[in-house]
């Protein structure tokens, strides 16, 4: 017997559904009951990690759009990898809004949900800054917009899953 795997675009799409929903957990748990969930967390970075390589990794696509999948993977792994939080989160920030822009390039019209990524990370890094530096009172809202940027992702994960499944050859 021998079953034969469809692994395409869409099943790294599907890799990173998988991520922002563990992002998205995380961001709940600390939202609603001030748990700390680094595992859901960690588990977010590796499996978007998986996904921008496997997306690196597709059969007939240009080297530079290969290129450019692989600097969002060092971009992500340089932010889990560095110890100072402020550039762990600016590092973290730029990788979806460089993805979306990346998958927007060439593929489906995402520049709604490219856009919403892009501002919801610019509001949440600077939301973070006040909150953990001038003005401490911010940090509930520099929560509640860290679930949001989370949400835009989910946007745009999904908008790609779903133009993928539409059209299999794009």
Not at 10 to 37: D, E, F, H, P, R
Not at 113 to 120: F, N, S
Not at 129 to 147: D, K, R
Request: hydrophobic share 60%; charged share 10%; with cysteine.
């Amino acid at each position: 017997m021998n079953p034969n795997l469809s692994i395409t675009k869409k099943t790294y799409y599907a890799i990173g559904i998988l991520s922002v929903a563990c992002s998205m957990l995380a961001a709940l748990a600390a939202l609603t009951a001030g748990q700390n969930m680094t595992m859901f967390d960690s588990l977010a970075y590796a499996l978007t990690g998986i996904m921008l390589l496997f997306l690196a990794a597709v059969k007939g696509s240009p080297a530079g759009r290969k290129g450019r999948y692989f600097v969002c993977f060092v971009l992500l792994m340089l932010s889990m990898l560095n110890q100072n939080p402020a550039v762990h989160l600016l590092l973290g920030a730029m990788v979806w809004p460089l993805l979306l822009a990346l998958e927007n390039a060439v593929g489906p019209d995402l520049k709604a949900q490219a856009r919403a990524v892009l501002l919801t990370e610019a509001a949440y890094v600077i939301a973070w800054f006040l909150a953990y530096g001038p003005v401490p009172a911010l940090a509930a809202a520099s929560n509640l917009l860290g679930f949001l940027r989370l949400v835009a992702r989910a946007w745009g994960i999904l908008s790609l899953y779903k133009a993928q499944a539409a059209d299999p050859t794009r």
